[in-house]
């Protein structure tokens, strides 16, 4: 269980550019909940995201993961816990490593051990395996460099390497906005496989209204800060795409 309890996040506090991002937000996220949320641009989606990432701060309010406070857990602590894959393909993987090299990291995070363990013959054959799902032709470009491949392809590679050690949140921050419609589709379908299979609690944020009212279990709309509707499965079934753009 993941609980947000009245957090405000307030950026450049006490200057002229003060911004309330987040105004008195709380949220439980039951075991396995697939979220996905809405709302208009500077709404605050992204430091939600953040916000349970540690890579911005609350002014106040608390975070719990299981029952146990991590509010001021650092970044790296919390990045055991936690995928994250933003809408820029460049940030979720490095650049002058492999296709392969990505992914032992990935297989290594938070462990003592060297990337070159997780080199070996039964791990390539594993990466193979899984880099086949996103049908984007990666299996076969383990030994090229991450900045050689195209966005999609990038895009399937950090969402394999968010999920390679099964975070306890998955947070997806507009994955497939850069993409084509066909390979957003892709990525999207390996999405859903992943998290149903491992059934990984997720946090998916969309522009597309459509993805958002189909996929995961509910939705939950914010406007200045604020969430300012959750809409459960049953609910969310008998609204129309169009009806939402109301609220923004
Ligand atoms: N690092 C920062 N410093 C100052 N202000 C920030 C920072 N990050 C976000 N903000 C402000 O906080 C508000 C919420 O931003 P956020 O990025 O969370 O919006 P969003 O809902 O993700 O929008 P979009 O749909 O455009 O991605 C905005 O007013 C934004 O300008
Ligand atoms: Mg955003």
Redesign the pocket.
């Known amino acids: 269980m993941i609980m947000l309890n009245n957090i405000s996040?307030i950026?450049?506090k006490q200057t002229a550019?003060q911004?309330?991002?987040?105004d008195h937000v709380s949220l439980a996220m039951r075991p396995g909940d697939f979220i996905t949320i809405i709302?208009?641009?500077?709404?605050?989606?992204?430091?939600?995201?953040?916000l349970i990432a540690g890579e911005?701060r609350p002014a106040h309010g608390k975070i719990f993961f299981d029952s146990i406070d991590v509010t001021h857990v650092s970044v790296e602590e919390r990045a055991a816990y936690i995928g994250h894959v933003y809408?820029d393909p460049r940030l979720g993987t490095c650049v002058d490593f492999t296709v392969e090299e990505n992914l032992a990291f990935a297989a290594e995070r938070g462990k003592q051990r060297g990337l070159r363990l997780a080199c070996n013959r039964k791990m390539r054959s594993l990466y193979r395996a899984l880099l086949k799902g996103a049908a984007l032709g990666l299996e076969n470009r383990l030994s090229d460099k991450a900045m050689t491949l195209s966005g999609g392809q990038r895009q399937a590679l950090s969402l394999m390497m968010a999920t390679f050690q099964l975070p306890k949140i998955l947070l997806l921050?507009?994955h497939t906005a850069a993409l084509d419609p066909k390979t957003a589709k892709n990525i999207l379908a390996v999405t859903k496989k992943i998290v149903a299979d491992h059934h990984i609690t997720t946090l998916m944020?969309t522009?597309h209204l459509l993805h958002a009212l189909n996929m995961g279990n509910r939705t939950i709309l914010?406007q200045e800060?604020k969430i300012i509707r959750d809409f459960d499965e049953a609910t969310r079934a008998k609204i129309k795409p169009e009806e939402m753009i109301e609220y923004f």
């Open positions: 996040v950026f450049d550019l911004r309330v991002a987040l709302g208009s641009n500077g709404a605050g989606k992204s430091t939600l995201l953040k911005v809408q921050d507009e944020v522009h914010m800060g």
